[in-house]
């Protein structure tokens, strides 16, 4: 919106054609996401406790959360509405991924919402039923791949590459692409919802993925960095640092709010949106296996669920203490600020493995 602003003022001023960059654009989207969390973050809080809003606590789980019910949930909301207004603000709304994207991030929120909404009317912690939930997550899924493999401009948008390796790429037929995309967006909404049972425990690396992804985002959409890096050349991909720009000031904002003791809880209609969001801009910028790398935390969180549901289906004993793995450490005793700190922790060398894949190859 600002954009096409600024373009028509640059014909009078020079100096407008500062907004054309993806740098200067993108700092401008994340700290305008972080001012409007930390401006209307209060707001959201008080009419969600006036709507009484609350959490309502699994009673299998750890007995430190019990204290947590009643905190209002759903704030999820804010971090998607702050990210959506900075991108219509500051981001080319001419480019069809953004569109890609932002409609992933409202589809999935949609099914957060309701599954929230579940939980706080009809104060069922379980939510919306896993069949319903995984039958309209798949729907947007699969129409998110087919669209990006039918519009996809170039061969390389729609060929799968290894990291680490120059040339191991995978040319991919239809089924094959809308396969991977699918399962990577559909995957990741539901692994940063695992994650996200501590307080900040999944806005943070949700924000330091979305910077890396940002990273790979810039440099697919710029051809000679794109060559040179010898990553694949994805036309208008660049844009996509606009919204992982805003993802990470959003996430920034609704953190504070979110940081031990949590004033609010992000809920299904963040978790699941924001986790759509990555999985769908790495199969963008065709760095999938980079987002397993980068996302590793939501990776071992999802892991740690599935093999324990499997292990006591098969053998009925239990690997962990209890699923997902941040509640192993809690049982072991760990305070809950320390399971967090450490997993931003781990978070981070991973980002900074998955940007190390930009030179070795």
């Known amino acids: 919106m600002l954009l096409e602003l600024t ?46 809003g609350g959490q309502p606590i699994r009673q299998d789980g750890p007995q430190s959360h019990f204290s947590k019910a009643g905190t209002p949930t ?27 994207v932002l409609l992933v991030m409202v589809a999935f929120g949609a099914i957060g919402w309701y599954d929230d909404w579940i939980k706080i009317v009809k104060r069922d912690p379980n939510g919306l039923k896993s069949r319903w939930k995984y ?33 191991v790429a995978l040319p991919l ?68 640092a606009i919204i992982c720009a805003a993802i990470a000031g959003a ?20 978790a699941l949106a924001l986790g759509a969001v990555l999985g769908t ?19 071992i969180e999802t892991l740690s669920v599935m093999i324990q549901v499997a292990s006591f289906k098969l053998t009925g004993k239990r690997v962990f203490r209890m699923a997902p793995i941040h509640h192993h450490f809690e049982l072991k005793g760990w305070p809950e600020p320390r399971v967090i700190v450490r997993f931003w922790i781990i978070s981070v060398i991973l980002v900074l493995v998955g940007l190390a894949t930009l030179k070795v190859r």
């Open 135 to 167: 039958l309209l997550q798949s729907i947007f899924g699969l129409a998110a791949g087919v669209y990006l493999y039918l519009y996809a401009d170039v061969p390389a948008a729609t060929t799968f590459f290894v990291p680490f390796f120059k040339s």
């Open 251 to 270: 996430g920034l904002g609704f953190l504070w709010f979110n940081t031990y003791p949590a004033m609010v809880f992000m809920g299904d209609i963040g």
């Open 74 to 100: 759903m704030g999820g909301a804010l971090i998607l509405f702050t990210v959506f207004a900075s991108v219509l603000l500051w981001g080319d709304l001419r480019n069809k991924y953004v569109w890609v």
């Open 7 to 52: 373009r028509w003022l640059q014909q009078l001023e020079g100096l407008f054609g500062l907004f054309g960059y993806l740098t200067f654009r993108g700092i401008l989207a994340a700290l305008t996401a972080l001012f409007l969390s930390l401006w209307w973050g209060p707001a959201v809080i008080r009419k969600l406790a006036q709507y009484k």
């Open 281 to 299: 801009i790495a199969v963008i910028v065709r760095q999938e296996l980079v987002l397993v790398i980068m996302g590793g935390i939501f990776v």
């Open 173 to 240: 037929a239809g089924v094959g692409f809308v396969a991977i995309a699918y399962f990577w967006i559909v995957g990741f909404s539901n692994a940063v919802n695992l994650t996200d049972g501590l307080d900040g425990l999944a806005i943070m690396p949700t924000v330091l993925v979305a910077c890396g992804l940002a990273v790979f985002a810039y440099a697919s959409g710029h051809a000679e960095f794109a060559r040179y890096l010898q990553i694949p050349v994805v036309p208008g991909a660049g844009e996509l």
